[in-house]
């Protein structure tokens, strides 16, 4: 499972408010790649969350969404059409590339398949390529509705059953699906490609596979599902998918912790840099032994990979107070169990603090709350208590601090 799986929303290039789910590996992304869906699928079918969960077990943050009219997306369906989906997709992707990075990778399942082909040049930073199951011609899904073909010229729009659901398919749909012509759109690609295919696929026939590999120039590789069906209902055969796309993908786009070199401080030191991964995400390296990620939660543009500057702060405070409080108790030889240290960072109005020295403006408030456990009577917990105040990180913040900025 992904470490984290946010739901977010974003807005059309036609103004409807889109559905998405990102699903964020542990630690800072490798690379983020964006996902499109089957058609009249969402972005919770079986195929799409398995194939996420894997690649963010590889260290690839993925983005799935919700096409306009379709789970929980705003927009009428009947209204949409394969161009729509090409612009909910640069929609994404713009949404990805100010918010967090813009997409190395776009993977397509089906018709999304054949919507990542033509949209793959709208993305510059796209680096790679996947199509699973994908048609080399988007009129290929008109044979959902062939029997109803007839109605829709008359009449301009019919209502269809698709995967047993009731959908409205207007004319301008069947038209715009004919006009497509993704041949050009392959050959010029100028990308990583990997076309993913079963051979027993009764959906989209594997002879599109062999279209869409003919079409494309090098790099370009092929990988048959054997005996998954169309949508690789089967677990094992979405993990395969997962597992060969991040494999793959490895050889085309950088796949490391962060664009830039990570800090290796000297013993006795910290050094704090840009990852180049999310706008705010910085690696810490702490003496050469320990590494951390410090980051901004995403409601201020950062990618909440993790704690952020005042995070730390109360972490080291804290951790100073309990560590402090151990030693005391060891050696006045006090049945201290645990020492527990919650701690908040606000800001407040200096009238509403009577013991503060700044009378106008706001300052800034930590909030301790400490929990001593154990066979303690309360005068003892009290003693306790109080020498939390004397750590050193506390003295510290109480103090004043000179701090000394130099310029290399």
């Known amino acids: 499972m992904p470490s984290v799986s946010k739901k ?6 036609t103004g409807e408010q889109l559905a998405g789910r990102l699903d964020l590996p542990d630690g800072t992304p490798k690379a983020y790649a964006l996902w499109a869906h089957c058609f009249s699928c969402t972005k919770d079918i079986f195929a799409a969350s398995r194939v996420a969960n894997g690649l963010t077990a590889q260290g690839i943050a993925v983005l ?35 918010n967090y990075q813009a997409p190395k990778m776009l993977i397509g399942h089906s018709l999304g398949g054949a919507a990542v082909l033509a949209v793959a040049s709208k993305v510059p930073e796209a680096e790679a390529v996947c199509t699973i199951g994908a048609p080399a011609d988007p009129a290929h899904v008109a044979h959902n509705f062939q029997s109803s073909r007839a109605e829709i010229d008359e009449h301009g729009e019919a209502e269809v059953l698709l995967s047993g659901r009731p959908f409205r398919i ?12 993704l041949e050009r759109d392959i050959a010029n690609l100028k990308k990583a490609l990997l076309v993913f295919h079963s051979p027993i696929d009764n959906i989209v026939g594997v002879e599109n596979a062999g279209t869409i590999f003919q079409a494309a120039k090098h790099p370009k590789s092929f990988v048959s599902l054997d005996t998954a069906d169309h949508l690789l209902s089967k677990k094992e055969d979405a993990t395969y998918v997962a597992n060969v796309i991040a494999a793959w993908a490895a050889r085309y786009i950088n796949l490391s912790n962060g664009d830039l070199p990570m800090p290796n401080a000297a013993p006795g030191t910290v050094v704090v840099a840009e990852t180049g991964q999310g706008k705010f995400t910085n690696a810490i390296s702490v003496g050469g032994k320990h590494q951390l990620i410090a980051d901004e939660p995403s409601s201020v543009g950062g ?3 993790g704690p952020t500057p005042y995070d730390y702060l109360l972490a080291g405070l804290g951790a100073c107070k309990a560590m402090t409080m151990r030693m005391y108790a060891d050696r006045k030889g006090f049945a201290l169990d645990r020492a527990v240290v919650t701690l908040k960072h606000d ?13 106008g403006g706001r300052l800034d408030r930590i909030t301790v709350e400490i929990d001593v456990q154990g066979d303690l009577d309360e005068a003892t917990r009290q003693q306790i208590i109080d020498i939390a105040d004397k750590c050193p990180v506390h003295r510290t913040l109480h103090s004043e601090v000179n701090i000394v900025s130099k310029h290399s």
């Open 303 to 305: 990618t909440d990979t």
């Open 64 to 98: 799935r969404f919700d096409f306009t009219g379709l789970g929980a997306s705003e927009g009428d369906f009947a209204n949409t059409n394969f161009s729509s989906n090409v612009d909910d997709l640069v929609a994404a992707s713009n949404f990805l590339r100010e």
């Open 170 to 181: 207007k004319k301008q749909f069947l038209e715009d699906i004919e006009g497509q012509k």
């Open 347 to 359: 800001k407040i109005h200096a009238t509403d603090c009577e013991s503060c020295e700044t009378e």
């Open 8 to 13: 977010i929303m974003f807005t059309s290039a």
